[in-house]
């Protein structure tokens, strides 16, 4: 993996009840699909569901900044490509670009902040050293625009 590019981590379509009533993609789920491509990309870094409920770790978010972009329509095929932006020992901070596939536009840019905790105590605890090392070569150098945190 190259830690300079966005990897992909979603594809999808846009179906009619997606739409809410201006008929274009309801913002719950341009976020919907956001969470879908995190959860691929926190498996990319190691933190897969086997090793949540092995070692009773989770992940929480803590602030999250959406930038919309373009409309989507019913029948609009999508990708989302993320990204790294920082890992720290108990937090990770991340992107995802959403690209309606065919005309190949950024219609949604999101940046998020997550931490590692335990679940049993609700705190917050240190990510494994080998899910720090996969998680620092992926960090990618790119900021999407106005979404810094």
Known sequence: MNGNELQETYRGVVYP????????????????????ATWQLFSMMGVTPAYMRENQRGMVAVEQKVAYKKELWAGDV????????????KMVR????????????????????????????????????????RGCQMVVFYEPEGLSI
């Open 17 to 36: 009840w997606h739409c809410d009533h201006v008929g274009h993609m309801s913002v719950m789920w341009y976020v919907g699909k956001f969470d879908e």
């Open 94 to 133: 991340f992107c995802h670009e959403m690209r309606n596939q065919v005309s190949r536009e950024v219609v949604a840019t999101t940046s998020l902040k997550s931490v590692h905790i335990d679940t049993r105590t609700r705190k917050t605890c240190p990510f494994p050293t080998e899910i720090i090392n």
């Open 78 to 89: 999508l990708n989302i490509r993320s990204g790294i932006l920082e890992i720290r020992e």
